[in-house]
């Protein structure tokens, strides 16, 4: 089984065909093709191959499912006797892919 392991948004995932992963928001439509160029290491029938930092050539093709955002996350702080209090809320937006390819390079 081929898989690679890339880095977006400043997180790493390793991923293979038809893998469905949560990436940082990316600047692409419903039914784009987007491709990660920060391969950092890929593993075919002939062997792993890992890049210094990353891989020339290697690249992974996805393609975006949805553009949303994960469910609310409160924020609250107190601080104990100080009559103070402070609730925030806080949605982060993501970008759903299918991985379709991955090219060695």
């Known amino acids: 089984?081929?898989?690679?392991?890339?880095?977006?948004?400043?997180?790493?995932?390793?991923?293979?065909?038809?893998?469905?992963i949560r990436v940082e928001t990316l600047e692409a439509a419903v039914g784009d093709k987007v491709t990660f160029e920060e391969v950092l290491a890929v593993n075919t029938?002939?062997?792993?191959?890992?890049g210094r930092p990353?891989?020339?050539?290697?690249?992974?093709?996805a393609r975006v499912l949805t553009q949303d955002k994960a469910p609310k996350v409160i924020i609250f702080?107190?601080?104990?006797?100080?009559?103070?209090?402070?609730?925030?809320?806080?949605?982060?937006?993501?970008t759903a892919v299918v991985v379709e390819e991955i090219h060695a390079g």
């Open 1 to 20: 089984m081929s898989y690679a392991v890339i880095t977006t948004g400043g997180k790493q995932h390793k991923v293979a065909v038809g893998d469905q």
């Open 77 to 94: 702080k107190k601080k104990k006797r100080k009559q103070y209090r402070r609730t925030r809320g806080h949605r982060q937006g993501f």
């Open 54 to 61: 990353t891989l020339k050539g290697a690249r992974v093709v």
């Open 45 to 50: 029938e002939d062997g792993l191959k890992v």
